[in-house]
């Protein structure tokens, strides 16, 4: 089977974007894939992170994985910072990056916009999610759309390490599903709904109670009008909540506009906001379940002991052609 590999920071709270956009499509891709799916902890701390939240969270994120329905007897699940050759192939491959490249990254420029200081990790971020994914010589990379730009920079590395050692890496591809691949926030629709954001109203958490949910959703930001229409470029507010609601209710978007023509929005975002509580309801049973019997390290041992066999092999043969002396 081709080999997926992708992963999610163990940064903040998962989002109902997080869960459309990335972990829906990880479990319908393990029924017909290998699929490796890690906590990206060395990513997370490229910019500063409290201690115990990010233990905290990095266990968060692997429960709330396994709850989505990722199931541990078809996938690895993995804290990336538990096999240590993704550190050791990312400085290798940082050598081979050209400053030039690095800086062209928007996110950086995002990131490091309007800072006196930048820590070198942000900097040198793109180049590790290369070893993340050239490590396994990953054959799709389920990302977001934000994430294309450092997936031609892994393909550009896995070619250039290529030319120079032989052929060794699997060129990867993106894995972009056209549907549901952007949820945007709540309170901007031309910004993508994110864990980061420092506003709590612009995203629906995976582990909001219902109430919670229910306020946000009445708080969301609205076009003018009243009509129920998709149509992102003229009503792009109401066009990312019928997304949303598309998503959670398994409705087309001429079903939904069908359904609220000439109700308004009051009606329509007082259903959305029950779909969305009946979809996380579930996954939030099976996360309380997961996180209290504490099977959550157990999945995390088996994980890393089953992407290390596979790591290690890469990281020896690439230091080989490389001409490091191995230890014998």
């Known amino acids: 089977m081709s080999r997926v590999l992708s992963g999610i920071q163990a940064s903040g709270q998962l989002t109902l974007g997080n869960y459309i956009g990335a972990i829906q499509n990880f479990v319908k891709l393990q029924d017909t894939h290998e699929c490796f799916f890690m906590v990206v902890d060395l990513h997370a701390i490229t910019v ?36 240590s050759a993704h550190a050791e192939l990312g400085w290798l ?44 010589n990953a054959d799709l990379v389920p990302v977001g759309d934000d994430q294309k ?11 250039r390490f290529n030319a120079r050692f032989g052929d060794y890496f699997t060129i990867p591809e993106a894995y972009i599903p ?53 149509n992102p470029a003229e009503k792009p507010e109401v066009s990312n909540l019928m997304s949303i609601y598309s998503h959670c209710a398994g409705l087309t978007l001429e079903e939904i506009e069908a359904r609220y023509e000439g109700q308004g929005y009051g009606a329509f975002k007082k259903d959305l906001a029950e779909h969305i509580v009946a979809t996380l309801e579930p996954l939030q049973a099976k996360y309380a379940e997961i996180r209290s019997s504490g099977a959550i390290h157990d999945i995390l041992k088996q994980g890393a002991e089953q992407v290390s066999v596979v790591a290690n092999r890469t990281l020896r043969d690439v230091k080989e052609r490389m001409g490091f002396v191995m230890p014998r």
Do not use: C, W
């Not at 730009?149 to 070619?159: F, I, N, P, S, Y």
């Open 93 to 136: 491959f940082t050598t081979m990056a050209y400053m030039g490249e690095l800086e062209r990254m928007t996110q950086f420029k995002d990131k490091s916009s309007g800072k006196d200081s930048i820590g070198a990790g942000l900097f040198v971020y793109p180049t590790l999610m290369a070893a993340d994914i050239l490590l396994y």
């Open 48 to 83: 500063p992170q409290e201690p115990a939240a990010l233990r905290e969270q990095t266990e968060s994120v692997a429960a709330l994985f396994i709850a989505a329905g990722i199931d541990p007897a078809k996938s690895s699940v993995f804290v990336q910072s538990h096999v």
């Open 149 to 159: 730009q450092h997936m031609e920079l892994t393909r550009d590395l896995a070619q």
């Open 178 to 230: 056209k549907v549901g691949a952007r949820i945007m926030s709540l309170d901007d629709a031309s910004k993508k709904m994110s864990k980061s954001n420092p506003n709590p109203a612009s995203y629906i958490a995976l582990l909001d109670p219902p109430d919670v949910i229910r306020k946000k959703i009445s708080r969301a930001t609205t076009d003018s009008g009243r009509e129920v229409k998709f």
